[in-house]
């Protein structure tokens, strides 16, 4: 049973763009939600989190948008660059987040000159 | 440096010859865990510790299994391994299941 589901699978952008990723969860027990940015041969990094008492947070051109009621949280990308070209998995976790992570199955995300 | 490290980065073996993959960090992190990734199921947790001696059962833990003997050391061990084990691991550490998780390397891993 998938608890997080991310979508889409791939996405491809042109440079400047907004690049959207979108996750879905089942658990209303989760309390955190981080996002990770893998490069090719790499492993994943995290990129940035929030917390259901936000529906919203920012760092740099990197934005979590939160929807407690509807269950979902996406990522936005501003001004998309060739360099942001990665994965991306959402993930969720329990208990003030002690509890483990439980991941999305990852966006590839491509962006184009 | 402050770093994840995984050994080896590649393996190749047979079905059933047990074999272990080292996870080593040095940030004097108190959670670990190991993940398997593979297309189109992101990443999976195997097991994961909270602390040296304390060990728990992620989502796939079925076929491995891990010790924390030591704080900086998590090794992964398939006691006979399988072709459905064949994948990509990654090794993570950080202080807090919340705080940023920093990921080994990875280790790709089949299993003919």
């Known amino acids: 049973q998938q608890q997080v589901k991310q979508s889409p699978q791939s996405l491809i952008v042109q440079k400047g763009g907004i690049s959207i990723i979108n996750c879905a969860y089942e658990n209303t027990a989760f309390d955190y939600f981080p996002w990770y940015q893998q490069f090719p041969g790499k492993g994943p990094a995290l990129l940035i989190a929030?917390?259901?008492?936000?529906s919203e947070k920012k760092e740099g051109r990197f934005t979590i948008s939160f929807n407690k009621s509807a269950k979902q949280f996406s990522l936005h990308i501003m001004d998309s660059q060739p360099g942001d070209s990665a994965t991306y998995f959402c993930?969720?976790?329990?208990?003030?987040?002690?509890?483990?992570?439980?991941f999305g199955t990852g966006t590839r995300l491509t962006i184009i000159p | 440096e402050a770093q994840v490290t995984q050994n080896p980065r590649y393996l190749i073996t047979v079905t059933g010859k047990k074999l272990t993959v080292t996870c080593s960090q040095n940030?004097?992190?108190?959670?670990m865990s190991w993940y398997r990734q593979d297309p189109g199921l992101g990443l999976r947790q195997i097991y994961y510790?909270?602390?040296?001696?304390?060990?728990d059962k992620g989502d796939v833990p079925e076929g491995y299994k891990v010790s924390r003997k030591e704080k900086r050391n998590f090794p992964l061990i398939l006691e006979s391994p399988s072709p459905n084990q064949t994948s990509l691991y990654f090794c993570a550490s950080s202080l807090t299941p919340t705080s940023t998780q920093y990921f080994g390397p990875g280790t790709r891993l089949l299993v003919l």
């Open positions: 929030i917390r259901p008492d936000v």
């Open positions: 993930a969720a976790s329990a208990n003030f987040g002690n509890e483990k992570l439980t």
């Open positions: 510790s909270m602390n040296v001696e304390v060990t």
């Open positions: 940030m004097n992190h108190e959670y």
